[in-house]
């Protein structure tokens, strides 16, 4: 039988109950207990999701003997304390992405976790979906040839949510790219790896964060162009192209079961049955990690959060978008 993994939940906006939903059909793991600021909140949702312990104390969490692993639901301007937290009381943590808001906070999660050996993982759910892995089949078995040109974007209409949303908010950290600009940037990152040169251009809000940001990596026989947007909806489809094929992974990309490779106009189209949403399968991850005592994901690596924040930390520097808690 394998060991059952206990899991607790610190922060519980939107992102919380999406990420229940999915625990609940998971083997061999439970979700013991919730954290939040607000008691009446954390109270409800244990009612709702049936979760023996609330606490209106997010230290209560840290410090519960019987939790393995902590899901880090916060907002990105408080993924490092509570991270860095969770990690001290000796807790997994498998933190929301992005891991921290720049390079400098993301090494010392990285320190930390390495030099007390607690596991640690940035919650990039559509690395480990199925899709995700049909995909790097087909790299890997060169089903495509040398990859030339990546296009991935990740859009929506929030420009009716209100200015002090964490979408808009500099105190936040929010913007386009940590909140989902970082997914075109993943997927570019994780196939080509770090670019040669990354330029960037956003349109920035009156509160100084990027409302669209546009960004071409070049490689030395490549390019991605990635694009992400709170000011419009669209058809977000991911286009991978190599010198003998292209694979097109439907919208919306991040989180589709549907992927189709062409080869010399033959197509072959992939769809698959997920568990839940998706959010499963970083879940079953992080379960097989701890079971296997692995201190970090060999499918998404710290190094690898380390590399994408310093993309994304290059692309706010070129365009002069800072955070007050910096
Ligand atoms: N993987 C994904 O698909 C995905 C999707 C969306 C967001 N995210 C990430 O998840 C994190 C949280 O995003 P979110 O969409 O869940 O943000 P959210 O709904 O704004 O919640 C963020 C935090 O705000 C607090 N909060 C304060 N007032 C609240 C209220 N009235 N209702 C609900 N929560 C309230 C909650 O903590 P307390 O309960 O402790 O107060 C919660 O953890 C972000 O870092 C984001 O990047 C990931």
Redesign the pocket.
């Known amino acids: 039988m394998p060991r059952v993994i206990k899991w607790g939940i610190?922060?519980?906006?939107?992102?919380?109950?999406?990420?229940t939903l999915d625990i609940k059909l998971v083997e061999d793991c439970q979700l013991i207990a919730v954290?939040?600021?607000?008691e009446s909140?954390?109270k409800a949702?244990a009612k709702k999701y049936n979760i023996s312990e609330f606490y209106s104390d997010?230290q209560e969490l840290y410090i519960n003997d019987d939790i393995d692993i902590i899901y880090?639901?916060?907002?990105?301007e408080?993924?490092y304390i509570h991270t860095l937290e969770a990690l001290k009381n000796k807790k997994a943590v498998l933190c929301?992405?992005?891991l921290a808001v720049n390079k400098n906070q993301v090494l010392n999660l990285i320190r930390f976790s390495q030099i007390h050996k607690v596991f640690l993982m940035e919650?990039?759910?559509t690395r480990f979906n199925p899709t995700f892995g049909q995909l790097l089949e087909w790299i890997e078995k060169d089903k495509i040839g040398k990859l030339r040109y990546i296009n991935a974007t990740f859009s929506f209409y929030g420009l009716n949510k209100e200015k002090d949303?964490?979408l808009f908010n500099p105190f936040?950290?929010g913007g386009s790219l940590?909140?989902?600009g970082?997914y075109p940037l993943f997927l570019a990152y994780k196939l080509l790896g770090t670019p040669n040169s990354l330029i960037s251009k956003a349109v920035k809000t009156t509160t100084g964060v990027d409302e669209q940001m546009a960004l071409i990596l070049t490689y030395d026989s490549s390019h991605a162009l990635l694009y992400s947007s709170f000011s419009h909806e669209e058809d977000m489809r991911a286009t991978i192209c190599g010198e003998k094929g292209e694979i097109y992974i439907d919208s919306r990309w991040?989180?589709s079961p549907i992927i189709t490779l062409i080869q010399k106009g033959k197509k072959t189209i992939q769809k698959f049955n997920f568990l839940g949403k998706g959010?499963s399968y970083e879940i079953i991850e992080a379960n097989n990690c701890l079971r296997n005592r692995l201190n970090e994901s060999p499918k998404w690596t710290l190094q690898n959060s380390f590399d994408l924040v310093e993309l994304m930390d290059i692309a706010r520097n070129q365009n002069g978008i800072n955070f007050p808690i910096e």
């Open positions: 610190l922060g519980l906006g939107k992102i919380a109950h999406k990420f954290a939040s600021s607000s909140r954390a949702f997010y880090i639901a916060s907002s990105n408080n993924h929301e992405k992005p919650a990039l759910w949303s964490r936040k950290a940590l909140d989902i970082i991040h989180e959010y």
